[in-house]
Structures are given as structure tokens and as C-alpha cells.
């Protein structure tokens, strides 16, 4: 099957390994066995070691030469701080997925094609100057016949097509990598090539764009302030959105405009608020929250586009983050933790006191510092940084959330310095401390457990006769995983090791004792025989023997 892959996707290939070799991973190639891919002039120059820029950049340009699906794989993995280094994470940050705009003849005719009518048909106008083209689209301002200023978001031809054979060929690769690195069978990166499938095609099916800005739409329909835009689902499809258009400005605007329209302080104090209530409240929030994606408007509103990645987080996912906050802000280790205990997924085997002792400096970097000045997003990252040590696996929710966090934080800093994002998170995340204690609440959760309790007991008979069929057939297969399972055979191996020489011992002591009974009774038919000497010759040799195959294995 695989090799069927490879001869439909070739090129493609051909043109990975070529990036891999320009880009300074050319021995990762070499070792996957792809290095016959390239032709011979590009083997002259393939680049082995990668010693000419760092890691990161070379990482961020080899992302960007293969087009889409390695930008977002880029972008996905730039919020994995619990699984690589921050200095990479920050690099790949920087990818640009700004590209040359497709000729508006074409996008016109996909509008076409997808909404059953020509544009002077649909709108009033229609401009032919993109307002701005990305890997997987690109956005045009137009006027409905109807005289509502709209943005249409138009999926670029064939992008699907590529994205598929580029998630095909990615599967493939992350095989061959897992099988020559360790590293990658533990991080598990065809785990990650199914999340950048997963995420990628949410991102190019508008119509699930147009759902989630709904959804967060009704988040704020009673304030005023916040600002959502509509969604025309009669001019949408999945490769067509159309939303209202925004007239605000953009975050570098607002250093050149009067204070009277925009207050700075007000604008980071309603953007922290409306954020929070997303995550803790709602629990659906923008993914993506950079300053691109947030406009501007007078008496200090704001508005939020671009929907097409949102995180989500369960009630327990939310308590989870609200034990983060509530931990950072105690300085409390033991629920820093807990709480980590309960967000990760991660092997059983961890050295929960060496967490702690780590936690415990993570705790008193920030000891001195006034809450007003703790940077929660930095914060959330150092505790990442230390789950990666322990290799400490954090879902991806909760890595989105917290680059979010980061870019939010960021923007508000700009806006108000003083402003603590922290602070501001306190009685959010004391409400949902206090919702977690709510005996309502309690009882809820209680019932819920019984009645899985419930549901596992009456499925037990059926589990245990299809347990007992598949032993009488034969095929019932037992697997043990004992933690530390090398150090326990070590052990028995030492205990096995030095029972064998006590037994050689004993027996050597034996022989000892028979030597002096035979010498006492020297005019007796044994002493005639020297079945005694020969006895102790072979016992002392297979004695030392013994010794000398135990010290060897240095297991004594």
C-alpha cells in the first residue's frame, strides 16, 4: 500500500525530500531511506547536517516552501509547548501564510459554481482587489443587492486535492520516522498528522466556520460591545462564506487615533472580560485571537473575526484551568500538581517528588513578583516546559488555550500595562472553584458516576461470557505492564545470584568438612580413595566458575 503511495504521489515526494535537503534534513531522509528521491545534482548539494541558520529557522522556512498543509502543521505545532522546545515553538509562530492572490476571474467562477448564479447576479458590486489571500483562501469585499456591505471568503481551487495527498504522503513519513527515532514513537506523530488532518479540514469547510462565529455571536447577544459578524448562509457554502463587513481598525491603527473615540484601558479591560467569559463561561472560544483577527470600533468596541479555529473545553476542562489560575495565584505547588495530574496524559512511572521539586522552583521564580505584574501566558508556558521534562503529554485544548491566552495577553500589555490579566481571571476562576463545591453540582456528578457504575454492572455478564468464550476458543490474549519492570529483574537477578552463591558455598563447606573426616579417620577404607580430592577439585573449580560468571555480570 505504501508503495502504491509512493508512485501516485512522486512529485510530491520528490519535492519533500528536495525541501528536507535544502533545509538542512537531509539526513533524516537519508536514514528513512528517501535519499534516492533526489536527483543527482541535488545529492551534490543536499545539506547532511544543518549547520548553516538554527534549528527553528530552517524548521519556519521548510514549512513555508511546502506550501499549506505543512504551514498549518507548523502553526498546530507552534501551540504544542508541552511536546517541543519553546525556542522552536516560537520561531514557527512566525509563519507567514500570506501568498500571491488568485486571479478574481477564477474566484468569481468557484462563487459561481457554488451558489448557482454569476456575480453581477449575487451583488451589487463585487471588488476585484482581494482584501487578503491566504494558503487555503482568499477574501473579497462585495455589496449584496440588498445594499449590505459583506466580505466573501473563497476556498482556493484544488486546495482540498493537495491537502489530502500532502496528509497521505505526511502518514506515510511519520511511520518511517517512528520506526528510526525513538523521540518520535514516544511523542507519537502520526497521533499529530490525525490532529493537523482533523484541524485542516474543519478549516477549509466554511460552512464549519460559519457555525462556530454563530455560536460565539450568541455569546455576546445582549452586549453591545462585542461585536460579531453575521453570517449570510444564503451566500455561504463549504468553499463560500459570506459575513458581514467590519469597518474598525486594526490594533496597529490605534496609536495614531484620538483618545476621546478609543480609550486604551477600556478597550484591554473589555477584551480580557470578553475572552474569559469564551473560556470559562461558554467554554467555546477563538483559537486564533492575534491581533489581525480583533478590530476596533468607536465607544470602544470590538469586534472578532476569522472563526475557523475555535477550542472548546469541558466542565471539567474548565475546572482544570481554573485550579491554573487559582494555583498560580497561591503560589500553591500541591494544586499546581493536582491540577497537572489531572490535565495530563502521561505514563504512571513519573517522579512525582522531582514534579514537585521542579513545580516548587517554577513557584518561587514568581514568589517575589507582585500579582499585578505575573504574566499568565509566560507562566502557563514555564509549566508546560516543565511537563515536557517529564514528558508529561498536556491535550491539545488546553496548549491551544494557552497560546491564545498568550496572544491576548499580549495585545493587553500594548493597550494598558498595568492591567493584570491574572487578576481579572480571579473571580472567574474562583466562581468555578466554588461551582465544583456547589452540593448541586456534587450530587449531579455523584449520580452521573452511579449511573456508569449502573450501566458496567448489567454489561458484566455479557463482557464476562464473551470473555469466557474467547478462552475456551483460544484466543484470549494477556498482557502485563509492570512499571520498572527492568529494575525489578535486576533485583532478581541479584537475589537469584546470591542464592546460587550461598548454595555454592554451603556445598563447598561440605566438601571441606568430608576432607576432615577423612584425614581424621586416615586407616579407613575412604582414605584409600581419592574420590574426596577429586571431588573438592571439581567443586573448588566450579566455585570459581560460579564467582567469576556473577562478578561478570555485575549483578551481585
Not at 453570517?231 to 455561504?236: A, D, I, R, T
Not at 476542562?317 to 489560575?325: D, H, I
Not at 580430592?533 to 561478570?552: D, K, T
Amino acid at each position: 500500500m505504501m508503495i502504491m503511495k509512493k508512485i501516485r504521489h512522486m512529485h510530491r515526494y520528490r519535492e519533500i525530500a528536495t525541501a528536507l535537503a535544502k533545509f538542512g534534513f537531509g539526513y533524516i531522509i537519508k536514514e528513512v531511506g528517501l535519499f534516492h528521491l533526489l536527483s543527482l545534482p541535488k545529492i551534490m548539494t543536499a545539506d547532511l547536517n544543518g549547520n548553516a541558520k538554527p534549528l527553528g529557522k530552517r524548521l519556519r522556512l521548510l514549512m513555508e516552501d511546502l506550501g499549506p498543509t505543512f504551514i498549518k502543521l507548523g502553526q498546530l505545532l507552534s501551540i504544542r509547548r508541552d511536546l517541543i522546545p519553546g525556542q522552536l515553538t516560537e520561531e514557527l509562530e512566525k509563519l507567514q501564510d500570506d501568498v500571491r492572490p488568485i486571479n478574481s476571474t477564477v474566484i468569481k467562477h468557484i462563487i459561481e459554481q457554488e451558489l448557482g448564479a454569476s456575480c453581477d447576479d449575487l451583488f451589487d458590486h463585487f471588488d476585484e482587489q482581494c482584501l487578503a489571500a491566504a494558503s487555503i483562501g482568499q477574501v473579497h469585499r462585495a455589496v449584496l443587492k440588498t445594499g449590505e456591505d459583506v466580505v466573501v471568503k473563497v476556498r482556493r481551487p484544488k486546495i482540498e486535492i493537495q491537502v489530502e495527498h500532502d496528509i497521505e504522503i505526511l502518514r506515510d513519513l511519520a511511520h518511517l520516522i517512528e520506526q528510526h527515532y525513538n523521540w518520535a514513537k514516544h511523542y507519537q506523530i502520526r497521533d499529530i498528522v490525525d490532529e493537523l488532518a482533523t484541524a485542516i479540514r474543519s478549516e477549509m469547510d466554511y460552512s464549519r466556520e460559519g457555525r462556530n462565529t454563530e455560536k460565539i455571536k450568541k455569546q455576546f447577544e445582549n452586549n453591545d460591545k462585542i461585536i460579531i459578524p453575521s453570517v449570510y448562509w444564503e451566500y455561504s457554502t463549504k468553499k463560500v462564506l459570506t459575513t458581514a463587513y467590519i469597518d474598525g481598525k486594526k490594533f496597529s491603527e490605534l496609536a495614531a487615533l484620538p483618545h476621546d473615540n478609543f480609550d486604551k484601558k477600556v478597550l484591554a479591560d473589555r477584551l480580557v472580560h470578553s475572552f474569559l467569559n469564551q473560556v470559562l463561561i461558554n467554554g467555546f472560544y477563538h483559537g486564533d485571537p492575534h491581533p489581525g483577527n480583533i478590530f476596533f470600533l468607536p465607544e470602544n468596541k470590538i469586534a472578532y473575526i476569522d472563526f475557523g479555529q475555535v477550542g472548546m473545553l469541558t466542565n471539567n476542562m474548565k475546572q482544570n484551568f481554573a485550579g491554573l489560575v487559582i494555583g498560580l495565584m497561591r503560589k500553591n505547588t500541591d494544586l499546581l500538581v493536582q491540577t497537572v495530574r489531572q490535565m495530563a496524559v502521561s505514563s504512571d512511572d513519573i517522579d512525582e517528588n522531582k514534579l514537585k521539586r521542579d513545580l516548587d522552583e517554577l513557584r518561587d521564580r514568581y514568589a517575589n513578583i507582585p500579582l499585578s505584574e505575573i504574566n499568565i501566558g509566560n507562566a502557563i508556558a514555564d509549566l508546560f516546559n516543565v511537563t515536557q521534562r517529564y514528558r508529561i503529554t498536556i491535550p491539545k485544548d488546553y496548549t491551544l488555550l494557552g497560546k491564545a491566552l498568550m496572544t491576548i495577553e499580549s495585545i493587553i500589555t500594548d493597550l494598558d500595562s498595568d492591567l493584570s490579566m491574572i487578576q481579572l481571571a480571579q473571580p472567574y476562576g474562583k466562581k468555578m472553584v466554588l461551582e465544583r463545591l456547589n452540593p448541586k453540582n456534587a450530587l449531579t456528578k455523584l449520580w452521573q458516576e452511579v449511573t456508569g457504575i449502573t450501566e458496567v454492572i448489567f454489561e458484566l455478564p455479557h463482557q464476562l461470557k464473551s470473555t469466557l468464550t474467547n478462552v475456551n476458543k483460544g484466543k484470549a490474549k494477556f498482557e502485563m505492564n509492570i512499571p520498572q519492570i527492568d529494575k525489578l529483574l535486576l533485583k532478581l537477578d541479584r537475589v537469584g545470584n546470591r542464592l546460587s552463591f550461598s548454595i555454592t558455598l554451603l556445598a563447598f563447606s561440605i566438601v571441606i568438612v568430608g576432607l576432615i573426616i577423612g584425614a581424621t579417620f586416615g586407616n579407613s577404607f575412604l582414605a584409600q580413595i581419592p574420590a574426596i580430592e577429586i571431588g573438592f577439585v571439581i567443586a573448588f573449580l566450579m566455585f570459581l566458575l560460579l564467582i567469576y560468571s556473577i562478578i561478570r555480570s555485575g549483578r551481585f
